[in-house]
């Protein structure tokens, strides 16, 4: 899991990066003492783990979370156990009052594995009529018949329904994996799309909610395969 550390104390941060390096699970991106400057970095690269100090200047931590577009997994790390019912609301999966030793963090961190575990089991529902997608902290429950299309826009990917559009952290190439073929298909290295909710096709696009969606020259074949057997 790719992971930041926000803390305003250097002591703690050298603790944590310490802590990261003897998980393998861990990918650890960077540290942060500046919430500001680490609240920049989230915007334009989210992650999967924060590692996240409560009572720091100018931002707290539960203020630069829901500032976030993206919430990652989270683990609050502080001093003090204030904000325990805040930081819960927020879907953290810990809160860890310093000072905490390595076991508590490791178990901390299979928390988070056990989470994320359980995602993957829900999402990999292939033959039920609805899936779930993970946004901000909260996995949201969806009617396989209300999506329209998955559109890849930088590094997230918005799914969108006939009621709305959710923002999520993932690749095409894992969705694509996780939805039913009979439904879904890859048209474009930004797009799937949901075969029932094509209006229209012509030799370069397919429109669905008027929404112009470019097909590739390798996907339309398949397409039309798909599309013949209904």
Do not use: W
Not at 8 to 16: C, E, G, K, Y
Not at 64 to 93: H, N
Not at 204 to 225: F, H, Y
Request: proline share 4%; aromatic share 8%.
């Amino acid at each position: 899991m790719d992971t930041v550390i926000i803390d305003d104390d250097r002591m703690s941060i050298n603790h944590l990066e310490l802590y990261c390096q003897k998980i393998p699970s861990l990918n650890f991106i960077q540290s942060f003492i500046d919430p500001k400057m680490a609240l920049l970095f989230l915007e334009k690269k989210p992650v999967d783990l924060l590692l996240l100090d409560v009572e720091m200047p100018d931002i707290s931590g539960i203020e630069l979370l829901s500032k976030l577009p993206i919430r990652p997994e989270v683990i609050f790390t502080t001093s003090k156990t204030d904000y325990a019912f805040d930081a819960f609301q927020f879907g953290a999966v810990d809160y860890l009052q310093k000072p905490f030793n390595f076991l508590r963090f490791e178990k901390a961190i299979d928390k988070v594995l056990q989470r994320r575990d359980t995602t993957a089991t829900l999402t990999k529902e292939k033959d039920k009529n609805s899936l779930y997608i993970k946004e901000k902290g909260k996995l949201v429950r969806l009617d396989v018949n209300d999506i329209l299309y998955f559109e890849n826009v930088r590094d997230y990917v918005c799914v969108k329904t006939n009621q709305q559009t959710y923002t999520i952290i993932s690749t095409l190439k894992d969705i694509v994996k996780k939805l039913p073929e009979s439904v879904f298909l890859k048209v474009h290295r930004s797009y799937i799309i949901n075969i029932n909710k094509i209006v229209d096709i012509d030799n370069t696009s397919l429109v669905i909610s008027n929404k112009v969606i470019p097909i590739s020259r390798v996907n339309r074949p398949i397409l039309m395969n798909k599309i013949q057997s209904l």
